[in-house]
């Protein structure tokens, strides 16, 4: 193993200017299988030359798997701190950062300490973050606990804090020294944050047809059986690893994976990171996105039903509640905005195959958005030459419902909007 090893070389170009050319490597492994967290100790103590770490959790996390794996770690004789945070979106901020960054600064943290990040996304990208900053960069370990982390967050070098209202302003490609992903740890994880992470095994699903149709193969309703999580983590690390090989720090700014992340990230921010969990906001992305492509002639009728049926076969809601309509597409300019102008949204032309257009209109945002919500899905819709009945739609959640949502009143971002980037 090797952590940002690298090298630089200067040549003079004989005009007064020096080329400087600097190349990193940052070599890890990522370890999936149920029982692993055993292992955990083993793993950190075989890439890492150091006996100090800090492990940082939530509370929710904490109370189930702390003691437990601080106790892994100083059975083995390393020296293990502790530092949990409140659960939820509103950790992935710098307030939680700064926390962080306190408790490291005054007890003791040095250049080698290393940081294990237990819990789900928020967790991992908030600890990945600071990782990245504390003494110009710390050895950190993701050991994701929910399934959306341990399929998407925990993988790929993305850290980052919301700031200022917007998703993930604040972060930095700085990948971790190992990566432990053991399913048998989503046994306590609740139904709701399984189904916001398949939305995630959805989108990978969508550029991988293997996975689409394990997804689609499934029961309806929420998966509890760990080996079929499982594989489904498998699958997906594995295809998201394949697509981050050309790209990996995002340079294009043009990525399929960002499937349905626009119009989801936007939901997330109109709507405060208050009502959906960031999986369900993603669903819909995916759901809208879908639909404009389906409106454009891109994709056949049959790939939006598959895809609709998929999400709603996993308990997940496809429509934009038509209240967060407008605020919703105040954010997406804010997102066009920090993307130098233009939205590059992903759209699906069919089950393994996405495209990038530039521009969504408006009308074509709407359209879409109100046909989700006025749509009556076929009882049956046919999918891989098998005919398979749609469930009942699921129970929303009281305070995801359209019906909650008409009551509330959405951030405005007139001025956040206007404010420049
Ligand atoms: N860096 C990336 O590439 C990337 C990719 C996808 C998503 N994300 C980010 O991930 C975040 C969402 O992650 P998330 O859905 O895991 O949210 P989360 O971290 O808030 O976890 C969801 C909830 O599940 C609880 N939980 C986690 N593991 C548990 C377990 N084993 N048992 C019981 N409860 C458990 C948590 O306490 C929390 O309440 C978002 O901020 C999103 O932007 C990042
Ligand atoms: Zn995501």
Known sequence: MSLGCGKMDSSDDGDGTLSVSVTRQDTYPVVIGRGRIETLPSLVGRILKTDSLFIVTDENVGELLLQRTADLFSESGMHVQSVVIPAGESSKSWAAAQNVIDALSTRGAKRRTALVALGGGVIVDMVGF???????????????????????????????????????LLGAFYHPAAVLIDPELLSTLPEREIRSGLA?????????????????????????DIEDLAAITRDAVRHKMRLLRDDPYERSLVRLLNLGHSFGHALEAATEFEVYRHGEAIAIGIAVATMISWNRGIC???????????LETRGLEISLPLPAMEATWQEINVIRRIRNGALNEVLPVSIGECMVVDEIAHEEFVSAVDS???????????????????????????????????????????TAASRQR
Do not use: W
Request: hydrophobic content about 40%; aromatic content about 4%; charged content about 15%.
């Open 372 to 414: 989700l919500a006025h749509l009556t899905i076929p009882a049956q819709v046919v999918h891989k030459g098998s005919t398979s009945l749609l469930p009942t739609a699921p129970e929303p959640s009281p305070s995801a419902s359209p019906a909650a949502l008409s009551c509330r009143s959405y951030r405005s971002r007139s």
């Open 200 to 224: 995630e095994a959805v989108k990978v699903g969508m550029l991988h047809p293997p996975l689409f149709a394990k997804l689609e193969n499934l029961a309806p309703g929420a998966v509890n």
């Open 300 to 310: 056949a009728a049959e790939t939006k039903d598959r895809v609709l049926a998929c």
């Open 130 to 168: 600071v990782a990245s900053v504390f003494m110009r960069g710390l050895p950190y370990i993701n050991v994701p606990t929910s399934l959306l982390g341990q399929l998407d967050a925990a993988i790929g070098g993305k850290t980052g804090i919301d700031y200022d209202g917007s998703k993930n």
